[in-house]
């Protein structure tokens, strides 16, 4: 028996596609318009105000990462700038590599260490 399954054709790619973006953005204005009406427009890592055509530079951060947990009450989301939320899911992530342990052995943002930390011992009393 063959396994061979028929590819759907171009034309039904496209609508399939089409049909998958409408989706997703339905979904996302629906949580999205549920989260401007809860919170105040304002970035919740940052701290900056947005408003008029500035608006559509805050997005809806999903705490727990999951996309499909929408309670009525909001409490999965926070509104997050464009570069806090970009931010927000790079934490832990180092230069692509995926996530890295912290030294405290938990998942997390590696800490950031600065080149010049040990300059004046490196350099000794001159």
């Avoid at 590819?7 to 998958?20: S, V």
């Avoid at 997005?59 to 990462?65: E, G, I, K, Y």
């Amino acid at each position: 028996m063959s396994s061979f399954k028929p590819q759907p054709d171009a034309g039904r790619k496209a609508q399939l596609l089409a049909e998958l973006h409408r989706d997703v953005d339905l979904r996302q204005q629906g949580y999205r318009m549920r989260a401007l009406k809860l919170f105040p427009h304002v970035c919740a890592r940052c701290g900056r105000e947005f408003s008029g055509k500035r608006l559509r530079e805050l997005t809806v951060h999903h705490m727990d990462r999951n996309h499909e947990n929408n309670p009525p009450d909001g409490s999965n989301w926070e509104l997050l700038c464009l570069y806090c939320h970009d931010d927000a899911h790079d934490a832990g992530n180092f230069g692509g590599m995926g996530d890295v342990r912290s030294p405290n052995g938990g998942r997390g943002p590696s800490p950031i260490v600065s080149p010049f930390e040990n300059l004046d011992r490196l350099l000794g009393d001159k």
